[in-house]
C-alpha cells in the first residue's frame, strides 16, 4: 500500500509559477512510476505528466510540454511538478499517481487527494 499526499497548490496570477509536491509514503513506495494527473470543474480527469522509477523517462501531455516539468528524488520519497508561465486553462485540481509504467499513465493503482491549482487572468 502506498500513500500519496500532495502539497503546493494555490493562486496565482496567468504566467506565474507553483511547484508541487507529492510525498510517497508506504511499503517500496520508491519503486512505483508516479505522475501527475488534473481535473478541472465539468471536464474529464487529465494526464498531465508521467516519470519512471529512475527517472530515465518522463513523458507530458501537449497542453503541459515546455511549461511544466516533473521531477522525482527517491531518497526523500517526493515527486515534483515544476509549473512555469500558467495560464488560466491550467486551473484544476491536481492529482498524484503511482503504479506500473503503463498503469501510472492510464489506471494508476494509487492517488493522493488532490491539490488545487486556481490560476487568474
Known amino acids: 500500500q502506498v500513500q500519496l499526499v500532495e502539497s503546493g497548490g494555490g493562486l496565482v496570477q496567468a504566467g506565474g509559477s507553483l511547484r508541487l509536491s507529492c510525498q510517497a509514503s508506504g511499503r517500496h513506495s520508491s519503486y512505483y512510476a508516479m505522475g501527475w494527473f488534473r481535473q478541472a470543474p465539468g471536464l474529464e480527469r487529465e494526464r498531465v505528466a508521467s516519470i519512471s522509477q529512475t527517472s530515465q523517462v518522463s513523458d507530458y501531455a501537449d497542453s503541459v510540454k515546455g511549461r511544466f516539468t516533473i521531477s522525482r528524488d527517491n531518497a526523500k520519497s517526493t515527486m515534483y511538478l515544476q509549473m512555469n508561465n500558467l495560464k488560466p486553462e491550467d486551473t484544476a485540481v491536481y492529482y498524484c499517481?503511482?503504479?506500473?509504467?503503463?498503469?501510472?499513465?492510464?489506471?494508476?493503482?494509487?492517488w493522493g487527494q488532490g491539490t488545487q491549482v486556481t490560476v487568474a487572468s
Open positions: 499517481a503511482a503504479g506500473d509504467w503503463f498503469g501510472v499513465r492510464n489506471r494508476p493503482d494509487y
